[in-house]
């Protein structure tokens, strides 16, 4: 069946350091990703998105990662800041689908 | 601010009760789809509305429907609540094939 998940539910890093959040898809038919921030009482926030013939894309001190043969996804930030504490979730979608599927999230927590 | 706006924060029913949820998209969106998203999980996709008609749904019963206005504003309709059914609900809006784009979402109580 179709699941995005992630491998680490609490990261935990110091401010000032990078960080890397992994996201595992199964659907080998999926060809569009996001990663989005949730902060507490809010809803899904837009971080970056890449489609699947790219195999990285940068923003403003985020960098998404795509390695299609194994289904991984992988979130960088650079120089962590304790604004960036929520949790974040990545989501897929098919090009044959208008839905989102969403993985259960990694909560990041920043050390100041 | 994505500028979607979801209506109202919190609400509280009794199991049995009906409820109806709002959203209005951001500008210059035509797609409207939501979502539920209980504690401590990922948002679920209940359905999509494009063009006022449901274009997609997700794994829900019929006691969950929608409508979508000329606007292109949203309502969700819940009918006999059940505890289950407390979760955040999420509106998003998106152009074609574009980004999805989240509300601030509606917090849904049912006792």
């Known amino acids: 069946g179709e699941s995005v998940g992630l491998h680490l539910p609490t990261l935990s890093v110091q401010e000032g350091d990078n960080s890397i959040i992994n996201c595992a898809y199964s659907n080998s038919a999926s060809d569009y990703f996001i990663w989005y921030k949730q902060e507490s009482g809010k809803g899904p926030q837009f971080i970056i998105d890449?489609?699947?013939?790219?195999d990285k894309r940068q923003g403003q001190r985020v960098t998404v990662l795509l390695n299609k043969t194994v289904k991984h996804l992988s979130l960088q930030i650079a120089a962590t800041q304790p604004g960036d504490s929520a949790v974040y979730f990545c989501?897929?979608?098919?090009?044959?689908?208008?839905?989102?599927?969403f993985g259960s999230g990694t909560r990041l927590l920043v050390r100041p | 601010d994505a500028g979607v706006t979801q209506s109202p924060t919190h609400l509280i029913k009794t199991r049995g009760q009906q409820v109806t949820l709002r959203c209005s998209p951001k500008s210059g969106h035509d797609t409207v789809s939501w979502y539920q998203q209980a504690l401590g999980q990922g948002p679920q996709f209940i359905f999509q509305y494009y063009e006022e008609e449901e274009r997609q749904r997700g794994n829900f019963p019929d006691r969950f429907s929608g409508h979508q206005f000329p606007n292109y504003s949203s309502e969700l309709n819940v009918n006999a609540l059940l505890l289950g059914d407390s979760a955040l609900y999420l509106c998003?809006?998106?152009?074609?094939?574009?980004?999805?784009?989240f509300g601030p979402g509606t917090r849904l109580t049912v006792l």
């Open positions: 890449i489609r699947s013939n790219m």
């Open positions: 989501a897929e979608n098919s090009g044959s689908s208008y839905k989102l599927i």
């Open positions: 998003a809006s998106t152009a074609g094939t574009d980004t999805q784009y």
